[in-house]
């Protein structure tokens, strides 16, 4: 009887729990619904306000779906769902979306974080507490500042190509190592480095050109360093033979208030395929890219400038970041040798003299040679030899040239501190209150190591024999 | 002369109260013809002839059969023949003389029995026996003449196998003792009889090595089937009922198969097996976890190659059990725990569709079930036509009707593909109820309801013994002995070296001496 009782009661209860889940009683600890209710926000820009600079112009972007999309073919493209809202605070800003749609606003697929520079300019860290602090979003959103342009305009490039904005910027990360002139860094990262008292946060930086195409030659300039917005100055260095002139050559874009003047404050949400010509800079005839632009730098929680080119690639050559990248060299008649990065690793090793700390930054790495554009056998010990002091050269300069920047603006980017606390932690105790002075006179010195590689490449370049009598 | 006659009269009476009164004998239960007709009836099948040996009309005797049951020709020559034509029985002058002859053999018929036990005669009869009753001798001779029409051995129809024996269990109760003692033939192998049921009288052995077997469980066995009190046993789980140490599981605690080879394999280790007249099938207890995911197929193959397909069905079982539960809760919880790209295909993919995850699924699992048990009853005919119409209503009708989601069509025909790997039904069916259980779960308290039923089943299954044997042993109680010799991992024959520890078997040692 007792049985019975028992299993008629648990009967009972299991079906009026599954009535009830069926149909979709409020269940006080369900939070979401189902996956097609949720408004997947992918990519969030963050911009001063257009009719209140105190306030936050956010612009997000999601995949729009239609009743049909699944039978969709795999081969067409997404269409993005461009929303652009003003706020007073970034939780204002994104809780007005939804009164836009008809769905949940969900931020745990949030890829990436684009923050203007207007913005990164005067407290980076005020924007991102709400993204800190919401449990929905993950810890490994990769945070960006947009350099030369709103993050508004940024995002809706797409619009004009009729390219999902977020493929772009996650095909630009994909390959990042190619060239380590970037690095993806995620919010947890950030965090992390603005909880340490001592050291500073780096983000990288991405800048958006047109190209002209009417024009069939591309300009090139050779200024290696150029006036960027609202009075900040880029580093980057130039070297002869090394010469990254990724998009420096081409026209860029206009302010950030003449790109995103053409949207209007709050309210206004607008599909893929609208609100062209918003960009003042963007002409038909123009071709629009993106580029990873190196680091933008931080003091406290302020941008102070950016990194680039050689010199961004030394922040990664110190930090261990560089998974690949191409160095070129020269041999003895001035031709040019290019030698890829198979792999590469580096450590601080610190010294004590007293309370005087000295680093040595050991790098070592292996490269080999994918191009010759030269006809002479340079596969001979000694010119190999001559060949791996060049490059030791090479990137010397460049992590260097970092720690220059690094020392003349007073930050620590390099995570010597880090080290210092980790080898020496009492006597780091000593001398944490006066790191930012030590650090500027800190002696550091770069120690480079390398091999040419992969001996299977040693090909001999094809000699032309044209012209040699028989 | 008055008084002399009085006293003559009282002599008389006295002499009359003095004669002892002959005791009354209780003829009912002799081993007469009128007893047997008694107790048989009269029924049509039921056949009585009147034999005369020797053309005598004194020596009489009565053959008894049913028709139907018996081989006639067995009858006419191996009984009738002899009867008429034996030179010894033709010399016989009385019908003690004959029983004296077929005592002795003059009947050539091997298997032969002499009883005068009524309630004997009676059972010998309803088996398919002939019997000669000698009725005024009260003796009978029961001749296994059995000729009825039976199934003969063919292939395994659910536990198939691609390389390994290809027999089965029948229903003849002979056949299926034959098989076994062909398998196994040494003479520490033991095949105990009992008759269960009222009204059916069904045969049941228990088949077991007494050199192996612990006693202990032996005698629960023995006590259990005793205690069965049923009218018929004409379906197994007559048999699983009273064997199971808890019926309210719906795991089972009983091993039936229809092999002879995994029945035998199984005796072998120690455990104990019944055999069913009438049933083809063998049941073995006590029933483990393990067993009910191995198949005797992984000892055919290489034990690197039968490892690896363990592994794959442990992973189908988990399959099997958890997808759709873990797919509703992911989906309705724990969105983001999935890739993005999957995230945005599957909420694309549920655009416009009625009905919410829970629903679509438990529904999509019913409808499976449905269509599995139509699959079973439907006549050979028109099971094409049932598949067809159940691919392109549920795969693509549903579907482009948006009242499922092309997800959700894959985690259940994932989940359904991924159960019949199990080899046995009963375990599967078990897995089929549970893992609507965990859809519910998930559906209403996402992972952590998982959790708590994966807990649930855990602490039900390790509660859970059959014949004081863990139902997880080996991966429970096991004293630190290595776990997973022939569970998860096939180990080589060669080291393959005890018995089961935990079936407390009287010779552990399985090789060497």
Sequence with gaps: MKKEFIIATALIVSIIILICSLLEFKNPIHVSGNIEENYFIITIGIDKGIEDSKNYRITTIAEKFGANSSNSSSGQSKIADVVTIEGTTILEAITKIALFKDKSLFLGHMKYILISEDIAKENVLDILDFFIRNNELRMTTTIVIVKNTSAEAFIRVGEDIKIFTTDLLDGAFHNVGELSISEKVKLSNIIQTFNNTYADVYIPAISLFYRDLDKVEVSSKKESSSEGLSGLKEEGIVQEGNNLEIGKSLQKVGSSEGSSSGKSSSGESSSGESSSGESGS????????????????????????YISGFTARGLNWMNSKVESSIIVLKDDNDKKISVKVASSNSKIKINMNGDVPEATVKIKFVTFVAEVMSQEDIFKKDKLKKLEEQQNDTVKKEVESMLDYAKKNDIDITKISDEIYHQYPLKWDNIKDKWKEIFKTMKINVDVESNINKSYNFIQPIISKSGESK | MKLNIIKRVK????????????????????????????????????KYRDILINNNADMVVKLILIDGLISQSDVSNYVIKPLMQDTKIKEAQNLDEVIKLIQDGAI??????????????????????SVLLFSQQNIAFEFDTKGFDKRSMMEPTVENVTKGPKDSFVENYRTNTATIRRKIRTQDLVI????????????????????????????????????????????TSVIEDALSENIYCPFPQVVTTERPDKFCADIIEGRAGIIVSGLPFGFVVPGTFVQY????????????????????RYLALFISLLLPGLFIAITTFHTEMIPTDLALFLAKSREGVTFP??????????????????????????????????????????????????????????????????????FNNAIRIWRILFSIFGAILGLVGIISGVILITF?????KSYGVPYLSPFVSNDGVKILDDTIFRIPQKDNKIRPKDLKVKNIKRQGD
Excluded at chain 2, 18 to 34: G, H, N, Q, R
Excluded at chain 2, 111 to 128: H, P, R
Excluded at chain 2, 294 to 306: G, K, L, M
């Design chain 1, 282 to 305: 963007s002409k038909k005839t123009e071709e629009p890219y993106i580029n990873l632009d190196g680091f933008a730098t931080f003091k406290g929680t302020k941008l102070i400038g």
């Design chain 2, 11 to 46: 002599k008389k009476e006295e002499k009359i109260d003095k004669v002892p009164i002959a005791p009354v004998v209780d003829t009912s239960t002799l081993a007469t013809f009128e007893n047997l007709q008694n107790l048989i009836g009269n029924s049509e099948d039921i």
């Design chain 2, 108 to 129: 050539y018929f091997a298997s032969q029995k002499m009883t005068s036990d009524l309630d004997e005669i009676k059972d010998a009869v309803m088996d398919g026996n």
């Design chain 2, 192 to 235: 105990e009889n009992m008759i269960i049921g009222k009204q059916t009288h069904t045969t049941v052995a228990i088949v077991y090595i007494k050199s192996i077997l612990n006693d202990e469980i032996l005698q629960q066995v023995k006590d259990r089937l005793n205690s069965i009190n049923t009218d018929n046993l004409l379906t």
């Design chain 2, 293 to 312: 995911i191995q198949n005797p197929e992984d000892y055919s193959h290489n034990f690197i190659v039968a490892s690896a397909i363990r592994i794959i």
């Design chain 2, 357 to 426: 995850v829970i629903m679509e699924t438990i529904c999509l699992l019913i409808a499976f079930e449905i269509l599995y048990e139509a699959g079973l009853r439907v006549p050979k005919t028109v099971g094409q036509a049932v598949s067809i119409v159940g691919t392109l209503v549920v795969g693509q009708a549903a579907v482009e009707a948006r009242l499922l989601s092309p997800a959700v069509v894959v985690v259940v025909a994932m989940t359904s593909i991924a159960s019949f790997t199990m080899p046995n039904q009963d």
């Design chain 2, 460 to 464: 039900e299954l390790c509660k859970l």
